[in-house]
């Protein structure tokens, strides 16, 4: 039971549900293999909940879904203490953080108040309620949606927030074909019926995916490769802000990830390339000619990668 096995099975059975989107459908497997977070950026009505939900279904947990508004709170998310009258005494209500797969739905539309209590929660894997830490489940990932176009009455995500995601997934329209195939599949029923017929992954593979992952070995020359591209994104000239070291951290460990999921125990520079627009795109800030010259991240990416020799 290999980790490349677990992610084609893994795969086959979200396209049961989900037309297209094989990027971030191998991202999220990805993200659930290294513990992470994914931000989503797309427009609505491109499966982002839906994804969610089959992801629950398949790792066999609970599913929570969040809408994110300005009048919301901490503790509507978190959770907080409720007086019984009955016993006289305080109890715990648990909020739906409290869950292995929670879709935190247009997050830049809470105030950085409540943004902070679901990223603490994200960073630390625990929430704290009076003076008492409780432990999120395991699997936990939170899937993160923002919509590209309507930013009135958004509160967007500091950067040093962004920097908690393991992975910004930008989800485009379908192509012509696929859509055929998404209206295809509503005509003969509802999608979320296909969800529920899902059978969950085996028990431990997620845990034998880690543990392939973390036997990957790297090379100097690749550790050194990692360095030289998030050095670089702080020298470029199209950015104000370049990567920081924790996501050099994290992009070594998609790479070891995804050369887990290709079946081989090592990383190639490839595997790093490959992972660096998902990886460093929300971590980066452009300056204010780029955007006007309409260069966007991963432009600025592919620049960076561009000014480098790649390791033999």
Do not use: C, W
């Amino acid at each position: 039971m290999s980790a490349k096995d677990g992610a084609g099975r893994f795969a086959e059975s979200v396209h049961r549900v989900i037309v297209g989107q094989d990027e971030i459908i191998r991202l999220a497997f990805m993200a659930l293999a290294l513990r992470g977070h994914i931000l989503i950026e797309g427009v609505p009505g491109t499966a982002k909940t839906l994804l969610a939900r089959t992801v629950a279904r398949l790792v066999g947990g609970s599913f929570k879904r969040v809408q994110f508004t300005p009048d919301l709170m901490p503790s509507d998310i978190v959770g907080t203490s409720v007086f019984e009258i009955a016993t006289s005494n305080f109890r715990i209500r648990l909020g739906p953080v409290f869950a292995n797969v929670v879709l935190a739905d247009e997050v830049n539309r809470a105030p950085a108040k409540t943004q902070a209590a679901l990223l603490e929660a994200m960073e630390e894997r625990q929430v704290t309620l009076e003076g008492e830490a409780h432990v999120l489940p395991d699997p936990f990932i939170v899937l993160a949606t923002q919509n590209p176009v309507e930013y009135e009455g958004t509160y967007p995500l500091p950067e040093a927030e962004l920097d908690r995601f393991l992975f910004k997934a930008v989800v485009p329209y379908p192509q012509p074909t696929e859509e055929a195939a998404i209206l295809r599949r509503h005509d003969k029923g509802r999608p979320l019926d296909v969800v529920e017929q899902l059978a969950p992954l085996p028990d431990g593979e997620l845990v034998a995916a880690r543990d392939e992952i973390d036997n990957v070995t790297v090379e100097d020359s690749v550790v050194d490769y990692v360095v030289r591209i998030v050095e670089e994104t702080r020298r470029s000239g199209d950015l104000l802000l370049g990567a920081s070291p924790r996501a050099g951290v994290h992009l070594l460990r998609a790479a070891k990830a995804n050369a887990a999921l290709e079946g081989r125990d090592f990383v190639t520079p490839d595997d790093v390339k490959s992972l660096v627009p998902p990886t460093l795109r929300h971590r980066v800030v452009l300056k204010a000619e780029a955007e006007i010259e309409g260069v966007d991240a991963d432009a600025a990416l592919r620049r960076v990668l561009a000014r480098l020799d790649v390791p033999r």
